[in-house]
């Protein structure tokens, strides 16, 4: 009888072998990048998975293995009955690839490896892909309807979703203070003309224009939506950008502290739109931080909003209302009040530092952002996280991945475990505001009594339905009840 090892150089046939091995847990965005990588080389991939009671195992063989199988680059996956460099010794693959946080240590493989010629390959995979080359040859799966819910993580984290619809009918028992960056949004819709004979520019004629409070105003807004007491403190322009932003708050019922700075405009991000997709995107704003005079009235607002809160929240986008200094005195009195404090620091044009906002219980920042925040931009998704974690001394951290999903990194029995959550929208239509509405309603979730696994399935529930409308539209507790208890839309498992 044939063994494994020679069954699979068999099957290879005269390719080249590239080899994996793992525990494969969760399969997370950085696996799946470092399997393009191994795919890229040619050959064939075999991905080998680790036994049932080895170092790090938490899922069973079997259903592991599955996962694996399901995705199209990977030609063979075997599971493993004894150590990988054992099997490797046997094997005897071309390539073996590894993630780059193996680079620089002892690797037992080597001496094998070498020994036949063979050669080890680190890397972490490239930071983008499309998430549909993922699958197998049959595409994307069928979807039904607009949001899918997975319920692989519910038994994972042992949690139902009357447990979440409990949740969001908890948040009308709080008090949350926002404050950050105003920013108005701006959509523009226009009929394209075609190309100018001048020269090669597209020609439009603006039809409609509608604008949406953005920013942390809108933080402000899906706080209030959702049915808690919102306090919202910021800088803006003596514009009338300004004051639609105030009208608007104003039929929310949010209690506006927004103070006048006659030297800045109030940021205002314009969207020029044609047949559904965005053209050209012009933005007014100034980034030079507000003065100490306004500084200072900005902490003596957060410390008389934060007495008696139980939510902070800072929706940073790096325009100036939220200098270091404020941040420091206002996240110091946030802690004598013990008030849960949160922070998201946004850059998409600009940079940002997620890890100035020190001990906090919740930040969200993109993997672009964690990467700014530590300074890394080659190390695998999993280990900036880490590294993110200990700089920023944050108790829990979603990293939101776009059409990637989500990646959750938190505390579990005692240590730190990661777990991730596809995109539950497949089919967006403006995917801007996605981030702010994880955010807000993950925080809100964590201090209404969910533990973080609740809270980022929650998040991702409020992101998908955001995405599904053009614009930063309120989350509203009505509308999230109904994505969760939909009967039609009952969760389904599907890998990305």
């Given at each position: 009888?044939?063994?494994?090892?020679?069954?699979?150089?068999?099957?290879?046939?005269?390719?080249?072998?590239?080899?994996?091995?793992?525990?494969?847990?969760?399969?997370?965005?950085?696996?799946?990048?470092?399997?393009?990588?191994?795919?890229?080389?040619?050959?064939?991939?075999?991905?080998?998975?680790?036994?049932?009671?080895?170092?790090?195992?938490?899922?069973?063989?079997?259903?592991?293995?599955?996962?694996?199988?399901?995705?199209?680059?990977?030609?063979?996956?075997?599971?493993?009955?004894?150590?990988?460099?054992?099997?490797?010794?046997?094997?005897?693959?071309?390539?073996?690839?590894?993630?780059?946080?193996?680079?620089?240590?002892?690797?037992?493989?080597?001496?094998?490896?070498?020994?036949?010629?063979?050669?080890?390959?680190?890397?972490?995979?490239?930071?983008?892909?499309?998430?549909?080359?993922?699958?197998?040859?049959?595409?994307?799966?069928?979807?039904?309807?607009?949001?899918?819910?997975?319920?692989?993580?519910?038994?994972?984290?042992?949690?139902?979703?009357?447990?979440?619809?409990?949740?969001?009918?908890?948040?009308?028992?709080?008090?949350?203070?926002?404050?950050?960056?105003?920013?108005?949004?701006?959509?523009?819709?226009?009929?394209?003309?075609?190309?100018?004979?001048?020269?090669?520019?597209?020609?439009?004629?603006?039809?409609?224009?509608?604008?949406?409070?953005?920013?942390?105003?809108?933080?402000?807004?899906?706080?209030?939506?959702?049915?808690?007491?919102?306090?919202?403190?910021?800088?803006?322009?003596?514009?009338?950008?300004?004051?639609?932003?105030?009208?608007?708050?104003?039929?929310?019922?949010?209690?506006?502290?927004?103070?006048?700075?006659?030297?800045?405009?109030?940021?205002?991000?314009?969207?020029?739109?044609?047949?559904?997709?965005?053209?050209?995107?012009?933005?007014?704003?100034?980034?030079?931080?507000?003065?100490?005079?306004?500084?200072?009235?900005?902490?003596?607002?957060?410390?008389?909003?934060?007495?008696?809160?139980?939510?902070?929240?800072?929706?940073d986008f790096n325009y100036g209302c939220l200098a270091q200094s404020v941040v420091e005195r206002i996240s110091a009195f946030g802690r004598e009040q013990g008030v849960l404090m949160a922070a998201d620091s946004q850059a998409s044009s600009q940079m940002s530092d997620i890890s100035r906002f020190k001990g906090m219980s919740l930040i969200t920042p993109t993997e672009h952002e964690v990467r700014l925040a530590i300074r890394e931009e080659e190390a695998g998704l999993i280990q900036i996280t880490e590294r993110l974690q200990k700089v920023a001394d944050a108790e829990n951290l979603l990293v939101t991945l776009g059409a990637e999903g989500m990646l959750i990194y938190a505390p579990k029995n005692n240590t730190y475990h990661t777990d991730r959550l596809p995109a539950f929208n497949r089919?967006?239509?403006?995917?801007?505001?996605?981030?702010?509405?994880?955010?807000?309603?993950?925080?809100?979730?964590?201090?209404?009594?969910?533990?973080?696994?609740?809270?980022?399935?929650?998040?991702?529930?409020?992101?998908?339905?955001?995405?599904?409308?053009?614009?930063?539209?309120?989350?509203?507790?009505?509308?999230?009840?109904?994505?969760?208890?939909?009967?039609?839309?009952?969760?389904?498992?599907?890998?990305?």
């Amino acid at each position: 009888m044939h063994s494994l090892a020679e069954e699979v150089r068999r099957r290879a046939a005269d390719d080249k072998i590239i080899f994996i091995s793992g525990n494969f847990n969760i399969l997370h965005p950085g696996h799946l990048r470092l399997f393009r990588f191994a795919a890229e080389l040619g050959g064939r991939l075999v991905v080998g998975v680790n036994a049932d009671g080895q170092e790090g195992v938490t899922v069973e063989q079997s259903r592991r293995l599955e996962d694996v199988r399901s995705i199209g680059m990977v030609h063979e996956a075997i599971a493993l009955a004894e150590e990988a460099v054992d099997f490797i010794a046997r094997l005897r693959p071309e390539f073996v690839v590894k993630g780059k946080e193996f680079l620089g240590l002892l690797n037992e493989e080597q001496g094998i490896v070498d020994s036949y010629g063979g050669t080890i390959l680190f890397s972490s995979g490239e930071v983008r892909f499309n998430p549909s080359e993922l699958m197998g040859s049959g595409g994307s799966p069928q979807i039904e309807s607009m949001i899918i819910k997975p319920s692989d993580f519910l038994r994972r984290n042992g949690f139902s979703m009357r447990v979440l619809s409990d949740t969001l009918a908890s948040f009308k028992n709080l008090k949350v203070v926002v404050i950050g960056d105003l920013i108005v949004d701006e959509y523009i819709n226009c009929d394209p003309l075609g190309m100018s004979r001048e020269d090669p520019t597209l020609v439009v004629t603006p039809v409609e224009s509608k604008r949406f409070i953005g920013g942390a105003g809108i933080v402000a807004s899906h706080a209030r939506g959702l049915g808690a007491a919102v306090t919202f403190i910021s800088i803006a322009g003596d514009d009338d950008a300004a004051q639609f932003a105030r009208d608007q708050l104003a039929r929310q019922k949010v209690d506006q502290q927004i103070f006048v700075d006659p030297t800045r405009p109030t940021t205002l991000k314009q969207r020029f739109r044609a047949a559904g997709k965005t053209l050209l995107r012009v933005n007014h704003l100034r980034q030079l931080s507000v003065s100490p005079a306004l500084q200072k009235r900005l902490i003596s607002a957060a410390e008389k909003a934060l007495q008696g809160a139980d939510v902070l929240l800072f929706s940073d986008f790096n325009y100036g209302c939220l200098a270091q200094s404020v941040v420091e005195r206002i996240s110091a009195f946030g802690r004598e009040q013990g008030v849960l404090m949160a922070a998201d620091s946004q850059a998409s044009s600009q940079m940002s530092d997620i890890s100035r906002f020190k001990g906090m219980s919740l930040i969200t920042p993109t993997e672009h952002e964690v990467r700014l925040a530590i300074r890394e931009e080659e190390a695998g998704l999993i280990q900036i996280t880490e590294r993110l974690q200990k700089v920023a001394d944050a108790e829990n951290l979603l990293v939101t991945l776009g059409a990637e999903g989500m990646l959750i990194y938190a505390p579990k029995n005692n240590t730190y475990h990661t777990d991730r959550l596809p995109a539950f929208n497949r089919a967006p239509k403006d995917v801007a505001g996605a981030g702010d509405s994880v955010f807000t309603c993950a925080a809100m979730a964590l201090r209404a009594g969910a533990d973080i696994w609740q809270a980022a399935y929650l998040g991702s529930i409020a992101a998908a339905w955001q995405v599904s409308h053009v614009g930063n539209t309120q989350l509203t507790t009505p509308a999230l009840l109904r994505e969760v208890s939909r009967s039609e839309r009952e969760p389904q498992e599907y890998l990305l």
